[in-house]
């Protein structure tokens, strides 16, 4: 099954514990403090595998957890890092975070990798707080939480050249002849279901990547016939080869049918539409293709067009040479326009406080990622951990906030699923 797109909740591993230890030893009665640290929790990286041509092995991954890090121990003891969640996808995959709608990483080369969700860090141990003031603190982190993030992996083939064109029109009989590539071939339309890739060798032993894309029809750009998924896979390609069947053995006007894929293409893309073109005439072996193929040049004048045919194995190396010479003269373009990535933020420097207060049901309701980061990392059993959560709150001015919106002492303040009590 060729699947290139899916939908995936990634959710890091969460940081170790630090731990709250003592020094006990045998004639050591006042020991410091020496609990240690916890370890990281395990990112979340994907990786490009050439091996892979389809997203299959992460249809049924809802979801992807990466392992929390080994709490601290005491003796100064620090535990063990989590290890790292590697995801492998086929080359030509984009990641994109679908709460901001911005790409994480397109990968297209073959040693691409990103980390898309990290790890956190692990809680300090006790020993980490010891100060002049305080030399031996009783109280320790929990590890920070790991990102959660919604992503969309895409995979859009990487390929120099990609066959375009209506169903059976020759484009899977062409890349079988000029390459490896075994697609399937019969007589009938959407014989093709997903992308075949081939690689073609030239006499000069260089060779280029070519993709035969499933057959498109009107109304393609418009995701009829799955057409705008395959049209993406068209996107990464520098050559369109334009195949058309010039015999008009379907009782079609070979010209109505270039007509037709060329307003598709538009339509989905005009970065896609001004790619360079060639045209395919193919099937010059029937009766009536010579006619038309002069029919068909007399109304596009200017286009680049090659007959062949595919039965009788004519025209292919004029052809193929013809595309070899044109790729050495194409540079590399991104395969992504910026604006694209970007989505035209604007970044806005000014002071805002990193929390909101709400009233909500005779509740005050914090919200913030911060306070909700150290929240989470609070070990609220020991009494020298919350008095530290409490100083943290008052020096980040909730407590002269809370004041100011009105809350009296006595009230009842929220964080999370968690509710306190407002006092000093």
């Known amino acids: ?171 899977s009989s062409l890349i079988s002849i000029i390459s490896a590539s ?50 993406r896979h068209a996107m990464r390609t520098k050559i369109l080869c334009h195949v058309i069947d010039i015999s008009g053995s379907e009782g079609r006007n070979p010209l109505d049918d270039y007509y037709i894929i060329r307003k598709e293409i538009e339509k989905y893309s005009s970065k896609l539409a001004s790619k360079k073109e060639v045209i395919v005439a193919n099937k010059m072996d029937l009766e009536a293709s010579s006619e038309n193929l002069e029919a068909f040049k007399k109304s596009l004048p200017d286009k680049v067009i090659f007959p062949i045919s595919t039965i009788n194995n004519t025209g292919i190396d004029d052809l193929i040479n013809y595309l070899g010479e044109q790729l050495d003269n194409i540079k590399d373009e991104n395969l992504y326009q910026k604006d694209e990535l970007e989505n035209h933020l604007v970044f806005k420097f000014q002071e805002e406080k990193p929390y909101t207060i709400t009233k909500e049901n005779n509740i005050w309701v914090i919200k913030g990622e911060e306070i909700e980061k150290l929240f989470n990392m609070t070990k609220f059993n020991e009494d020298e951990a919350v008095l530290r959560f409490a100083r943290k709150l008052k020096r980040m001015g909730v407590e002269d906030e809370l004041e100011k919106f009105g809350a009296q002492r006595g009230d009842e303040v929220q964080i999370l699923d968690y509710i306190f009590e407002f006092k000093e």
Do not use: Q, W
């Open 182 to 231: 075994k697609p399937k071939i019969a007589a009938y339309h959407f014989t093709t279901l997903s992308p075949n890739l081939g690689v073609v060798k030239l006499k000069n032993h260089k060779t280029f990547v070519m993709a035969d894309l499933p057959g498109l029809i009107e109304g393609a750009s418009e995701g009829i016939g799955l057409g705008d998924k395959f049209l």
């Open 1 to 171: 099954m060729f699947v290139d797109e899916i939908n995936l909740k990634l959710v890091a591993g969460s940081g170790g514990d630090g731990c709250t230890s003592f020094r006990r030893e045998k004639f050591v009665p006042m020991g410091g403090p020496d609990g240690g640290n916890g370890g990281k929790g395990a990112d979340i990286i994907f990786k490009v595998d050439k091996g892979l041509k389809t997203l299959i092995d992460l249809k049924y991954k809802k979801i992807i957890k990466g392992d929390k890090g080994e709490n601290g121990k005491g003796s100064n003891k620090y535990g063990a890092n989590a290890s790292d969640v590697i995801i492998y996808v086929p080359l030509g995959t984009t990641i994109t975070d679908l709460d901001t709608n911005l790409v994480i990483k397109d990968l297209v080369n073959e040693d691409d990798e990103v980390v898309v969700a990290y790890g956190g860090r692990g809680g300090k141990g006790n020993k980490s707080f010891a100060t002049h003031d305080n030399p031996a603190p009783k109280f320790s982190e929990k590890g920070a939480p790991g990102d959660i993030k919604l992503i969309k992996c895409e995979l859009k083939v990487l390929a120099d050249v990609g066959l375009v064109g209506l169903p059976s029109v020759g484009k």
